[in-house]
T-cell receptor, first 114, second 114 residues
Framework: ETGVTQTPRHLVMGMTNKKSLKCEQH?????MYWYKQSAKKPLELMFV???????ENNSVPSRFSPECPNSSHLFLHLHTLQPEDSALYLC?????????????FGPGTRLTVT | AQSVAQPEDQVNVAEGNPLTVKCTYS??????LFWYVQYPNRGLQFLLK??????LVKGSYGFEAEFNKSQTSFHLKKPSALVSDSALYFC????????????FGKGTRLSVIA
């Protein structure tokens, strides 16, 4: 698990706050992902970056704004969230975007929107 | 569109007994299939994958899975369950032909009882 780290591990924020989630991978991978995990629902892919370029945006509301300054770092900027956005946000990385390679996940950030 | 179904929310098995966690998939082309496990307060960990070749795939911690093309299934199995196997298990599929992102099932919670 030390291959992909996420901070903070827990975050409580009000609906009017602005906060950011951070992900860092130490595996030399080129692709990075944000997922949303809600109870009893499949993992929802939010964004995909490959070589710092966004290649997937899965109809995510604009209150979620990703940033990928380099292949090792990925951010998710949050503003004016809704209570239904409370979930576990997982970051993952893989050697490339497609193909047969598995993804490596971080431990997640547990987000609570009050 | 590709999809994954995990028909059981919960599977209970006695320690030492064989376990099976079910997964069926739907893709237009050829599938890449994966199993991941999630322990409490952790991210997803890769267990095994089917890309091509032998239908029986062996993975980490003594787990294996059998690819059945005619039944479009990829069930996860282990001959003898351990209490430490208790976790949330996710099946995932990618359409090789369309090179689509990975799609996850909603997960199956496995409880191994001593």
């Amino acid at each position: 698990e030390t291959g992909v780290t996420q901070t903070p591990r827990h975050l409580v924020m009000g609906m009017t706050n602005k906060k950011s989630l951070k992900c860092e991978q130490h595996l030399g991978h080129n692709a990075m992902y944000w997922y949303k995990q809600s109870a009893k629902k499949p993992l929802e892919l939010m964004f995909v970056y490959n070589f710092k370029e966004q290649t997937e945006n899965n109809s995510v509301p604009s209150r979620f704004s990703p940033e990928c300054p380099n292949s090792s770092h990925l951010f998710l900027h949050l503003h004016t969230l809704q209570p239904e956005d409370s979930a576990l946000y997982l970051c993952a990385s893989s050697p490339g975007r497609g193909g047969d390679r598995e993804q490596y996940f971080g431990p997640g950030t547990r987000l609570t929107v009050t | 569109a590709q999809s994954v179904a995990q028909p059981e929310d919960q599977v209970n098995v006695a320690e030492g007994n064989p376990l099976t966690v079910k997964c069926t998939y739907s893709v237009s082309g050829n599938p890449y299939l994966f199993w991941y496990v999630q322990y409490p307060n952790r991210g997803l960990q890769f267990l095994l994958k089917y890309i091509t070749g032998d239908n029986l795939v062996k993975g980490s911690y003594g787990f294996e899975a059998e690819f059945n093309k005619s039944q479009t299934s990829f069930h996860l199995k282990k001959p003898s369950a351990l209490v430490s196997d208790s976790a949330l298990y996710f099946c995932a599929v990618r359409d090789l032909t369309l090179n689509t992102p990975l799609v996850f099932g909603k997960g199956t919670r496995l409880s191994v009882i001593a």
